[in-house]
């Protein structure tokens, strides 16, 4: 079998080019990872029924698509009875068969994965018990299937994801303050390795590829890999790791190379570390830079295991009196609690919801969310790590809990989410509490033996409890009522109060930013959800207090974190459910805002000076005026200047649906797997949408795609929410076109029309993104007596008519018109590459010419050192004439790479040798020719070093 991953021009070494552009390219390896979403048959069946032999008759079945909400239900619950400890409701057996075609070679493994199935998970194949998992619904697990398989033949797949009430199963036997759905609810996977191969992370500490990185500054970070490889032969085996640390761009930055022997069934942990300086980046909210880590197993010296992973360099730490510290500044989280459930769909959210929901909120500015009460999907902190929002992520529980069986279920999936999560650099807290328990030690501890790297947090309440951090370095509180503050330690509010008009958030968020001890600010809660909440007489099934609908609809208050935290010039007025005592709320960036009602000035005013949000960047505005029929607009204001504007007129009647599509720049993909929002807005005729709209909308639609449950009754007739109606469509198997329409009685109807992609079932092709495998050729350029620099190559020269060596296949001659002079080394040179500049060649007078032969068609990078040590004070500053003929041409100019003019040649303090950097173009056949010149009078022109790469 083979890997096809998308490899661009593989270099091993100069002059040996590889199949660019080849999907084959990289070498054939065993692992595969198939998406085995599509396809299933489910049906409910009592406890008592298995249907698990391979000629049972499952043709009545449903067919359904994974992920898979077994009970779809309106967002009102249809009136269930049920309290919230949730013993009956939804509490029952899901199974799931699915006939699957699978080869597996002598040499093969194959694996059965799960990502998530509420609560426990009993595996078939082919009529035999596999295994079960019943440690917790919300952390992944896999099963080893590789003696039941029926090889090269078609297999039964029997699922029961078991959703019955488990009192060992947190968050059972308790109460929850969100609904416990059911269902296979994530991705499942048919993975096949090499019995020579990577394990799963999750499978104990040491385990799978595990990154860290123990040094972090601002110019260079040094990264420590991990990696578990399992020998399942009945024999001894050369093994050899080959790891490549490639930047965002896919350009081999470092590798790193490790071997040993392991006996039959040995399992060995190779450690791998390495420093990284050159175009180095760090990871922030703002710059979310991604480093990969490619991971290739060799077996006799041949490929048969890959694995990829992402990481991020970035530190983070507490320190008294500046609070929370992200590479090394001072760091306010601001954002949300967010449960990952939706209307209908319960928790059975594809993974392109999941990127959607994590671009809203950062949309608006949002850079922490606290991943309430549960570990969550893998592609939501994949959005997180690549948007740049921080996250606190924490086991299933809520209030209540008891030793034994459930408290060890309990730290054993703790264990596993930080196992799946631990490489993630969005990811900063570990949730070592219980809601509104706070800390428990043994939580705690497990989190700190699987990763001593991150923050743990608290999870403590104000009204009961310890009122510190205890055994956790955050206390975490929930704060609704204007809590006190713990003397000694951090403190975040984990939940925090709300208002529509956002005021309740502006003063929670001011509270806790004027201590600096302080570190953060999560709203409770991002967007809506379902529970089972009982009060008197009545049932709470969906909460409103949401900074977004359940379905996924900014909330006014949004707009103010959108103001908030953004930095582009911006401006909102409320909408008319925030519209009271005769208050326009607006919320900008600006020092000023202008109110005007139809054209007319009514104000103009800076932020509200409220003492309780002065703390806030950017309180809202609030403009006391009785808003009639005009037509509204808001100006930002900066020094007089209109920099933003919005305009709001006032509700009238329904005129019109308008139809929208959540992120139409990611298109759906067909299958039936992956999922849209589609919505209709109840606008009148200026295009305001009518926030109390009280109407049912139709849906149809025509082509590759139809409307998810468009059987069940509460979507036939969809009821608007908040005035809006929403939707999930779905595409058909085939990649096409799909139409949309919405119909509500004489409103204007209007249709939608968007395209769906192919669906792609190899997650690993799917996910697959260019190696450029070039390596960086770094020659220090000396005689004799020199420290030599780390990590260069040294050259050893001497010779006073040239000077010629070799990178890869490639040769390097360095030629002048009049003889070559060289330098002895010394050691009082300082700054960045000190030893590399202390020496090199020289010539007295004109040029230094650097002929390049052998070199490969292509584009490279050439950075050349010239720190001279020619005893004239006025040498300096000093710059580079330079001429450069390449596959381009003859290109003749004046270096200014420069940035910091060195004025006196033995002493260059932390600044790095005067370079000029050179991009050549070659055609691979005509030798590429370099000169330099030092351009002043009289002056010595000298070459300390080169480094050298490919960039295509």
């Known amino acids: ?60 079945w449903e067919e359904v698509c994974l992920p898979h909400n077994p009970d779809p239900v309106s967002i009102w619950l249809d009136s269930v009875s049920d309290r919230w400890e949730q013993k009956n409701y939804l509490r029952d057996f899901n199974w799931y068969r699915k006939k699957l075609m699978i080869t597996i070679q002598k040499d093969e493994k194959a694996f059965i994965e799960f990502e998530g199935v509420h609560s426990a998970t009993d595996l078939y194949v082919n009529g035999k018990f596999v295994g079960r998992f019943e440690v917790n619904g919300y952390v992944p697990h896999h099963f080893d299937i590789t003696d039941f398989v ?48 990577v394990n799963y992370n999750w499978e104990a500490f040491d385990a799978g590829v595990h990154i860290t990185t123990p040094g972090v500054k601002k110019n260079n970070g040094t990264v420590s890999v991990k990696t578990t490889v399992v020998n399942e032969y009945d024999k001894q085996v050369d093994c050899r790791i080959e790891t490549m640390l490639l930047d965002a761009d896919g350009y081999l930055v470092k590798k790193l190379n490790s071997n040993s022997k392991l006996k039959a069934g040995q399992s060995k942990t190779f450690r791998q570390t390495s420093e ?18 490619v991971s290739v197993i060799y077996m006799d010296n041949k490929a048969v295991d890959f694995v990829e992973n992402k990481f991020g360099f970035r530190s983070v730490e507490l320190v008294d009196g500046e609070g929370l510290l992200l590479n090394g500044k001072p760091f306010f989280m601001t954002g949300v609690n967010r449960h990952q459930s939706y209307p209908h769909i319960g928790d059975a959210v594809p993974n392109s919801m999941h990127y959607e929901a994590a671009l809203r909120y950062k949309q608006a500015g949002i850079n922490a969310i606290r991943l309430s009460h549960y570990p969550q999907d893998n592609s939501f902190i994949e959005a997180c790590d690549e948007l740049g929002i ?29 196992r799946n999560h631990r490489n993630h650099p969005s990811i900063i807290i570990w949730g070592a509490g219980i809601n509104h328990r706070g800390p428990v030690p043994q939580l705690n501890n497990a989190a700190k033996e699987e990763d001593p790297f991150r923050l743990t ?50 003063h929670h968020i001011s509270r806790y930013k004027k201590r600096k001890n302080n570190i953060g600010a999560l709203l409770w809660v991002g967007a809506d959800y379902n529970r089972l909440q009982p009060k008197p007489e009545t049932y709470d099934f969906i909460t409103e207090y949401g900074l977004q609908t359940a379905y996924r609809i900014p909330r006014p208050a949004y707009y103010w974190y959108k103001s908030e935290l953004t930095a582009t010039p911006y401006i909102h007025i409320a909408d008319e459910s925030v519209y009271k005592n005769r208050k326009i709320h607006i919320y900008s960036n600006a020092t000023e805002v202008a109110l005007y009602a139809d054209d007319k000035l009514v104000a103009i005013q800076k932020a509200d000076n409220d003492p309780l949000r002065l703390w806030n960047a950017h309180p ?45 720049n990611r298109l759906l993909k067909a299958g039936g797997s992956d999922l849209k929002m589609i919505r209709a807005y109840v606008v009148d005729k200026n295009g305001e949408t009518l926030v ?51 119909i509500s009685g004489k409103l204007k109807s209007e249709t939608l029309t968007l395209k769906t992609e192919a669906y792609q079932a190899d997650e690993l092709l799917a996910s697959a993104k260019p190696i450029f495998d070039y390596p960086t050729y770094k020659t220090d350029i000396q005689t004799e007596d020199q420290l030599e620099q780390f990590g260069w190559n040294i050259v050893n020269g001497g010779d006073s008519t040239k000077c010629e060596f070799k990178a890869g296949n490639c040769t390097f001659v360095i030629k002048a018109e009049s003889d070559l002079n060289w330098r002895k080394g010394t050691y009082t040179i300082l700054g960045d590459l000190a030893f590399m500049a202390c020496d090199g060649v020289f010539v007295e007078k004109g040029q230094l010419t650097l002929t390049i032969n052998n070199l490969p068609k292509g584009e490279y990078q050439l950075k050349s050192y010239h720190h001279s040590f020619q005893d004239v ?21 004046v270096s200014d790479d420069a940035s910091v003019q060195i004025m006196d040649g033995k002493d260059i303090g932390e600044r790095s040798p005067i370079s000029v950097t050179n991009y050549i173009k070659s055609d691979g056949i005509s030798p590429v020719v370099i000169k330099f010149e030092t351009n002043k009078k009289d002056a010595q022109t000298w070459l300390n070093g080169l480094e050298f790469k490919q960039i295509k």
Request: aromatic share 12%; glycine share 6%.
């Open 1 to 60: 079998m083979k890997i096809k991953v998308l490899l661009i021009g593989l270099l091993l070494a100069f002059g040996t080019l590889s199949m660019a552009n080849s999907l084959e390219a990289y070498p054939k390896k065993n692992r595969t990872k198939q998406n085995i979403n599509l396809d299933w048959k489910f049906s409910k069946m009592s406890k008592l029924e298995k249907p698990t032999a391979t000629d049972f008759d499952d043709s009545k």
């Open 150 to 197: 029926n090889s090269g033949k078609e297999n039964t797949i029997a699922i029961l994801a078991d959703h019955s009430f488990n009192p060992t199963i947190s968050p059972d036997p308790y109460e929850t303050d969100y609904l416990k759905w059911g269902g296979i609810y994530r991705d499942v996977y048919l993975v096949k390795t090499n019995k020579l191969h």
């Open 276 to 293: 990284i300086v050159d175009n180095y980046r760090l990871w922030s909210t703002d710059d979310p830079y991604l480093y990969r880590v």
């Open 390 to 418: 921080l996250l606190y992520e924490e086991p299933s529980t809520w209030i209540r809990w008891k030793e034994g069986e459930w408290m060890d279920k309990l730290e054993q999936s703790l264990r596993i989410m930080v």
């Open 457 to 506: 947090a608290s999870a403590s309440a104000p009204w009961n409890g310890i009122k510190n951090a205890g055994v956790t370095d955050i206390y975490a509180t929930m704060d609704y009522r204007r809590t006190d503050f713990p003397e000694g330690d951090f403190c975040m509010v984990m939940e925090h109060g709300y208002s529509h008009n956002g005021l309740a958030q502006q």
């Open 620 to 664: 809202s505005f609030t403009f006391n005026y009785n808003w009639k029929n005009e037509k509204l607009t808001a100006k930002a204001l900066s020094f007089g200047k209109v920099i933003a504007t919005h305009s709001r007129t006032k509700i009238t009647e329904a005129y019109a649906l308008k139809l929208a599509v959540d992120n139409p």
């Open 692 to 742: 109390d709209a009280d109407l049912k909308i139709h849906f149809e639609t025509k082509g590759a795609g139809s409307i998810l449950y468009k059987q069940k009754h509460f979507v036939q007739n969809m009821q608007t929410y908040h005035g809006v109606a929403t939707v999930y469509l779905k595409g058909t198997k085939e990649a096409g076109e799909i139409k949309i329409n919405a």
């Open 873 to 893: 004070q006025k040498l300096f500053p000093y710059t580079m004439k330079v001429e450069l003929n390449d596959g381009n041409g003859v290109f003749e100019y």
